[in-house]
């Protein structure tokens, strides 16, 4: 099935040829939408990641809820994550990862439990600002990967490219990273940017980039409102093909042999869109700090009575 799957991807790409841009690559540039009911991993009703036209619309009439809160406010957040299941070879996907074969994240016992330490740790600190997510600090935020799936909104991508670099820009708190060409060396080990260090390189139609020395600090990864967890040691292969005059295939691979059992791979489409990104001011009005840090003091004050 991995390998049908992932063949269905090749071939639909090999019939179509992207134009050059001035530099002679295959142009990419554009504003992409990557908004997707799709999740990360096949939730367990299902056989397969792939599903029939029917399952499909039913899917899509009555998708889970994202967040689960006391106001049943979600349609938004549906509606922002794009509405539909992606597809890809004319196929709906209920599972981002095609490898392993049942669509789940390939947890070793010591990497499941040191992603559950890190997610309780986010969750729990209340003590110090810089213990909170780094997304509730505006300082980098937990979409745009490696690898680069689905935020619960702004999932709009902006691509730029010039003779040496490509830089990706999600609209969620506008984080923009930049891909070195051809040059594959890493940065030395002690340097560790929010979203890891990438290294680029075209083949035939494919930008192939490679992203290492990822930060300890940075929060455990999401697609919609399922998180996972790379350590520092971690590899992301990422693959950018563009298919049609209005989609990317993107797929990727992890490799970080401290939490998983095995590489995983997975798949998306990216859909062209024509509505601009707009500024994510993430700092103006973001009172989600004071009030976290100023909640915990009050319980602690109640306790202690």
Request: aromatic share 8%; glycine share 8%; net charge negative.
């Given at each position: 099935?991995?390998?049908?799957?992932?063949?269905?991807?090749?071939?639909?790409?090999?019939?179509?040829?992207?134009?050059?841009?001035?530099?002679?690559?295959?142009?990419?540039?554009?504003?992409?939408?990557?908004?997707?009911?799709?999740?990360?991993?096949?939730?367990?009703?299902?056989?397969?990641?792939?599903?029939?036209?029917?399952?499909?619309?039913?899917?899509?009439?009555?998708?889970?809820?994202?967040?689960?809160?006391?106001?049943?406010?979600?349609d938004s957040e549906m509606w922002e994550m794009g509405g539909r299941l992606a597809r890809i070879g004319g196929r709906a996907r209920v599972a981002i990862i095609v490898d392993p074969a049942d669509g789940t994240l390939p947890y070793s016992e010591a990497?499941?439990?040191?992603?559950?330490?890190?997610?309780?740790?986010?969750?729990?600190?209340?003590?110090?600002?810089?213990?909170?997510?780094?997304?509730?600090?505006?300082?980098?935020?937990?979409?745009?990967?490696?690898?680069?799936?689905?935020?619960?909104?702004?999932?709009?991508?902006?691509?730029?490219?010039?003779?040496?670099?490509?830089?990706?820009?999600?609209?969620?708190?506008?984080?923009?990273?930049?891909?070195?060409?051809?040059?594959?060396?890493?940065?030395?080990?002690?340097?560790?940017?929010?979203?890891?260090?990438?290294?680029?390189?075209?083949?035939?139609?494919?930008?192939?980039?490679?992203?290492?020395?990822?930060?300890?600090?940075?929060?455990?990864?999401?697609?919609?409102?399922?998180?996972?967890?790379?350590?520092?040691?971690?590899?992301?292969?990422?693959?950018?093909?563009?298919?049609?005059?209005?989609?990317?295939?993107?797929?990727?691979?992890?490799?970080?042999?401290?939490?998983?059992?095995?590489?995983?791979?997975?798949?998306?489409?990216?859909?062209?869109?024509?509505?601009?990104?707009?500024?994510?001011?993430?700092?103006?009005?973001?009172?989600?700090?004071?009030?976290?840090?100023?909640?915990?003091?009050?319980?602690?004050r109640t306790a202690a009575r």
């Amino acid at each position: 099935m991995v390998a049908a799957l992932t063949l269905c991807g090749t071939s639909q790409a090999a019939g179509y040829h992207a134009p050059r841009n001035v530099f002679g690559q295959p142009d990419l540039e554009g504003l992409w939408d990557n908004g997707w009911l799709t999740p990360l991993e096949r939730p367990p009703r299902f056989r397969s990641i792939e599903l029939s036209d029917t399952e499909a619309r039913a899917y899509e009439a009555q998708p889970p809820p994202v967040v689960t809160d006391d106001v049943g406010g979600n349609d938004s957040e549906m509606w922002e994550m794009g509405g539909r299941l992606a597809r890809i070879g004319g196929r709906a996907r209920v599972a981002i990862i095609v490898d392993p074969a049942d669509g789940t994240l390939p947890y070793s016992e010591a990497g499941r439990r040191k992603a559950e330490a890190v997610l309780h740790a986010v969750k729990s600190e209340f003590d110090n600002p810089e213990r909170r997510s780094t997304s509730e600090q505006c300082l980098a935020p937990n979409t745009i990967g490696p690898p680069m799936l689905i935020g619960l909104y702004a999932n709009n991508i902006q691509i730029v490219q010039t003779r040496d670099a490509v830089v990706l820009t999600l609209e969620w708190n506008h984080e923009a990273r930049i891909v070195r060409l051809g040059d594959r060396r890493h940065l030395p080990a002690a340097i560790r940017p929010w979203t890891g260090d990438a290294v680029g390189w075209w083949e035939g139609e494919t930008l192939v980039v490679e992203t290492t020395n990822f930060n300890a600090r940075q929060d455990p990864l999401r697609s919609g409102p399922e998180y996972y967890y790379l350590s520092p040691e971690a590899k992301v292969i990422e693959r950018f093909t563009r298919t049609s005059p209005t989609e990317i295939l993107y797929q990727f691979s992890v490799e970080d042999p401290s939490t998983y059992r095995q590489v995983w791979r997975g798949e998306l489409p990216m859909r062209a869109t024509a509505v601009k990104t707009f500024e994510f001011a993430c700092h103006e009005g973001n009172y989600a700090l004071p009030d976290i840090l100023a909640g915990a003091r009050a319980a602690e004050r109640t306790a202690a009575r």
